[in-house]
């Protein structure tokens, strides 16, 4: 009767052991970007209220560079991915077709660099109000971000976190 109460609490216990909270804790996955500092420039005061720009900071922890792939808005016609490059002694936009996010370290998306360009915009985006965008990576993984409309000011076009000192990938 000990023996078979002996393997009884044995197998109580080996069955609870399996119930740790070790299968249910999340662990990162590998290749996931996250999306820091997101923010949509307002289109208040501006001439031409049809488009504008976002601006974030991607962090890749991995050890394979990834890169943002395209980007959609709701509330946007057409949302591209933009650089800009110096011609014939002006800084111009263009389009690109992806943005490098290298292994283990981020990229500054910001006001004269790398940008997400929402165009063909539905309706003026006041400061004070969200926007969403949803970024789709060479990974597949897509993220929803939920950025707020804010005005630019000179701190804000200057603004590098992450430990940035420039507004490119480091």
Same mark, same amino acid.
């Given at each position: 009767?000990?023996?078979?109460?002996?393997?009884?609490?044995?197998?109580?216990?080996?069955?609870l052991?399996?119930?740790?909270?070790?299968?249910?804790?999340?662990?990162?996955?590998?290749?996931?970007?996250?999306?820091?500092?997101?923010?949509?420039?307002?289109?208040?005061?501006?001439t031409?209220?049809?488009?504008?720009?976002?601006?974030?900071?991607l962090?890749n922890?991995?050890?394979?560079?990834?890169?943002?792939?395209?980007?959609?808005?709701?509330?946007?016609?057409?949302?591209?991915?933009?650089?800009?490059?110096?011609?014939?002694?002006?800084?111009?936009?263009?389009?690109?077709?992806?943005?490098?996010?290298?292994?283990?370290? !981020?990229?500054?998306?910001?006001?004269?660099?790398?940008?997400?360009?929402?165009?063909?915009?539905?309706?003026?985006?006041?400061?004070?109000?969200?926007?969403?965008?949803?970024?789709?990576?060479?990974?597949?993984?897509?993220?929803?971000?939920?950025?707020?409309?804010?005005?630019?000011?000179?701190?804000?076009? !200057?603004?590098?976190?992450?430990?940035s000192?420039?507004?490119?990938?480091?």
């Amino acid at each position: 009767m000990i023996a078979a109460l002996s393997v009884l609490v044995l197998a109580l216990a080996a069955a609870l052991a399996g119930c740790t909270g070790q299968a249910s804790t999340p662990t990162p996955t590998a290749g996931t970007i996250t999306v820091e500092d997101a923010w949509v420039r307002s289109t208040d005061n501006k001439t031409d209220t049809t488009m504008t720009s976002m601006f974030m900071t991607l962090v890749n922890p991995s050890g394979t560079d990834i890169e943002l792939t395209s980007a959609t808005c709701d509330q946007a016609g057409k949302v591209e991915l933009h650089e800009t490059v110096e011609k014939d002694g002006a800084k111009v936009m263009q389009k690109v077709d992806a943005i490098n996010i290298p292994a283990g370290s !981020h990229t500054h998306l910001s006001s004269g660099g790398d940008h997400v360009m929402l165009m063909d915009l539905k309706s003026k985006l006041p400061v004070g109000s969200e926007v969403t965008v949803t970024l789709t990576f060479s990974t597949g993984q897509t993220e929803a971000v939920k950025a707020p409309v804010k005005e630019m000011t000179e701190e804000s076009a !200057h603004y590098h976190p992450s430990g940035s000192a420039s507004a490119s990938a480091s």
